[in-house]
């Protein structure tokens, strides 16, 4: 599909139907495949086989789940908000829909080559808060609009310090648009000049999608599934086909941005299929990583979430902005990016650390119900 | 009519739509939702005056940021179960206003000679040039609003907390 995209189709209606069939085409069969992959990385973590049954490896589990979805009743409360309530799914997922238009997959195919494609994406992505808020606000129900409004917390917290990374990034390179991005990197990839920065993107990425261990709005053991609490069949399918799209525009972003996209190593003299693989091959790590970040770290609970968001991720941002102005602005030589910023990795490895290995009894806390002793709720069931 | 003007068009009338819809709205909430949509309407205008930053911008900011500080306010408070609250006494006076508004900035804009008139192109603002605007010519105004900003953020919560006891020990 992708290889016929690179030739001139000449019109510019017919070319952008075949973007964006092939973008659709891209993220279901991408979903689908994740949700399978989700599955078993899980299982294997949790020593199990996962999905066996359905075609080799369990491999058509995701087929017929979408089969039984779709043919599932589409059911409304009586007393929710009908409009709103419909429309939410669609608001949730048009912008991670939208976001694939403007990402460079290889060096010469993209829907569209945008000048200023890294804002657009940060842009568009940050409106996806609107459907949750739509979803909690319309379900006319306590937990999902508890789940909605933590959604949205969420969502627009750690939009800045994921902004603020990035602006770090285009710092160095002096450019928004991803291709001159993925260009600079042609020999040395951006994660080794700014450790920080990428840290700070991976988290910042972690919170957005709402993965473990900031899967807080979804929280099954505090607002059971949050602002999906009451949606069924299609319309809940549609919020997963958005959180899996999501996955994949995130660690594409961070794919192109930090770890050199399709350019390094080699990239740009040995062709097309070695671009698609290095693009692929770094997307995929990507999504490993956050898949198994997923299975391996307990939920946070709402304060530490965001206290960590604005006492310690924005100033670490600031941090990262503030060196790499000092590298610019003084002429210094390339080494000293990768010097400073992972002086102020090893200080945020050091911030986490003594935070987690404090004696939970000298620790400041607030807690929920004054009276009652309060255990941490980091020991949730999981998904 | 060429494609840009049918954009032009549809994109104008979601925005009207959206205007309308924010102002006769029942529901504050369905009000707040409109205005998102007429936001982004309006950020699709400035996309066909090739003004790209400001659209995303406009995107990014308004229709991102602080819609959800209205949806957030409507959500926690009490206001979605009043909504005889959306039409007060006042509303003769303020379709006046917003007339008379609206028929100044019509007339203003049809009797303005506007830079790109004669060639009938749109100049464009490189995005580099806004930038240095920006943080190098005016870059001392620039600082006064953040720091007015930042004032009016302190007071607020300084306002917010008047009435929780002072324990912090630190």
Same mark, same amino acid.
């Given at each position: 599909?992708?290889?016929? &995209? ?62 039984? &979805? ?14 709103? *309530? ?6 949730? *997922? ?24 890294? *804002? ?17 606000? $319309? ?107 999501? &996955? ?114 000298? &620790? ?12 941490? $709720? ?6 | ?170």
């Amino acid at each position: 599909m992708m290889l016929a &995209l690179t030739y001139d189709v000449g019109n510019i209606w017919l070319d952008s139907l075949l973007g964006l069939l092939a973008i659709i085409v891209l993220m279901t069969v991408g979903a689908l495949a994740l949700i399978w992959l989700e599955r078993k990385v899980s299982a294997r973590i949790q020593m199990r086989l996962g999905p066996m049954r359905v075609g080799p490896y369990g491999l058509l589990q995701t087929l017929a789940d979408a089969v039984k &979805l779709v043919g599932k009743e589409d059911m409304r409360p009586r007393s929710a908000d009908r409009w709103v *309530f419909e429309l939410a799914p669609f608001v949730v *997922f048009v912008p991670a829909f939208v976001a694939f238009v403007a990402i460079p997959f290889t060096r010469d195919w993209a829907v569209a080559f945008l000048d200023l494609g890294l *804002f657009f994406i940060v842009a568009v992505t940050g409106l996806s808060f609107v459907g949750f808020l739509m979803a909690g606000w $319309a379900s006319d129900n306590k937990y999902a609009l508890l789940g909605g409004l933590r959604a949205a917390a969420q969502l627009i917290s750690y939009e800045i310090p994921m902004v603020l990374s990035l602006i770090a990034v285009t710092m160095i390179v002096g450019s928004l648009n991803l291709s001159d991005i993925v260009i600079y990197q042609g020999r040395v990839p951006l994660f080794v000049w700014q450790p920080l920065a990428f840290f700070i993107f991976i988290v910042a990425a972690l919170a957005e999608l709402e993965r473990q261990p900031f899967d807080i709005p979804t929280a099954e053991s505090e607002v059971v599934g949050g602002p999906f609490i009451e949606y069924s069949g299609i319309r809940w399918s549609i919020f997963y086909l958005a959180s899996y799209t999501n &996955l994949i525009v995130y660690s594409l972003l961070g794919a192109l941005v930090f770890l050199g996209g399709w350019d390094w190593p080699l990239g740009r003299e040995a062709g097309l299929w070695l671009q698609v693989l290095l693009t692929f091959g770094k997307t995929m790590f990507l999504i490993l990583l956050f898949m198994w970040v997923r299975f391996a770290m307990p939920r946070l609970r709402i304060d530490q979430l965001m206290s960590y968001c604005w006492k310690v991720l924005i100033p670490l941002a600031f941090l990262q902005i503030f060196l790499n102005g000092l590298v610019l602005v003084y002429g210094w030589p390339d080494f000293t990016l990768l010097l400073t910023s992972g002086a102020g990795l090893l200080l945020a490895g050091y911030i986490v650390d003594r935070t987690v290995r404090a004696d939970p009894r000298t &620790l400041r806390m607030v807690p929920a119900n004054p009276g009652a002793a309060e255990p941490a $709720a980091a020991d949730s069931a999981g998904s | 009519m060429t494609v840009a003007q049918v954009i032009f068009y549809v994109v104008a009338a979601l925005a009207v739509a959206g205007g309308l819809g924010v102002v006769l709205a029942k529901h504050a909430v369905y009000a707040a939702l409109f205005l998102i949509v007429a936001l982004i309407a309006v950020a699709g205008v400035y996309i066909l005056l090739a003004s790209e930053f400001l659209a995303l911008v406009q995107i990014l900011i308004y229709a991102g940021a602080v819609t959800v500080l209205l949806l957030f306010a409507l959500m926690l408070t009490r206001t979605s179960d009043l909504p005889e609250a959306m039409t007060g006494a006042q509303w003769p006076v303020a379709g006046l206003v917003a007339a008379l508004l609206g028929g100044a900035i019509i007339a203003t804009v049809t009797t303005s000679d506007w830079p790109g008139d004669e060639d009938g192109m749109i100049t464009r603002v490189p995005f580099d040039d806004l930038g240095s605007a920006l943080f190098q010519q005016w870059a001392v105004p620039f600082e006064i609003a953040s720091l007015v900003l930042f004032v009016a953020l302190v007071g607020a919560i300084v306002l917010a907390r008047e009435d929780e006891p002072e324990e912090e020990g630190e």
